[in-house]
């Protein structure tokens, strides 16, 4: 999906709606995450301990891995090849499975941003970002980004170019996406681990530029 021209009407964008965290449960799939762990615990079929493992072990998984790919694509072309034809066969290389699940890289240009949203719940590449952030998941997120992304993104203080063709794409529960945000300028001497150190979460969701060198945002 492009993105969509006109007046952003009567919201106001002076501020960031998406950052902060939220401390009690306000969406839909908040409350049916609570009833549904509360009836498998109910049920007998897991344990809250078991349940508490796993939200654990997802915990422990970062946007690092993610992180780790990105950087490989930006210094070997063939490998970028790969992952832009056949991301999940790719991503084996770094001990990576995601068999139920087609993964899809997308390459940001100066002339073409992607950013990706989930319009239905918060469809997300856990395996390779981790645990999604909450504004990932906010109503108002995966309802705006699609009408207005310019301004979305601006508000995250990602500044395009109005040449920049802006892209969102729609994750579902069978396609999951991974951003490759363009590589900064004066970055051509630098290590693949020093790379991974300018790649964040957000830009691998496309709500950001990579870090310039010097660990600001570009």
Known sequence: MTENSGPHGGHDHSHNDFQPD????????EFLEIALRELLVDKGVLSARE??????????????????IVAKAWVDEEFKVRLLEDA???IREFGIEVEVLKMVALENTPELHHVVVCTLCSCYPRPILGVPPLWYKSK????????????????????????????????????????IPTRPVGTEKMTETELAKLITRDSMIGTAQARDPIGKRS
């Open 51 to 68: 349940i508490q493992d796993e939200i654990e072990a997802w915990e422990k998984k970062s946007p690092e891995k993610g992180a780790e």
């Open 22 to 29: 939220i401390k009690e449960p306000t969406e839909n799939w």
């Open 140 to 179: 108002q997120y995966r309802s705006r980004v699609i009408r207005e992304p310019r301004a979305v993104l601006q508000e995250f203080g990602t500044k395009l170019s109005d040449d920049t063709e802006i892209r969102v794409v729609d994750s579902t529960a069978d396609c999951r996406y991974l951003v």
């Open 88 to 90: 999940n066969q790719t």
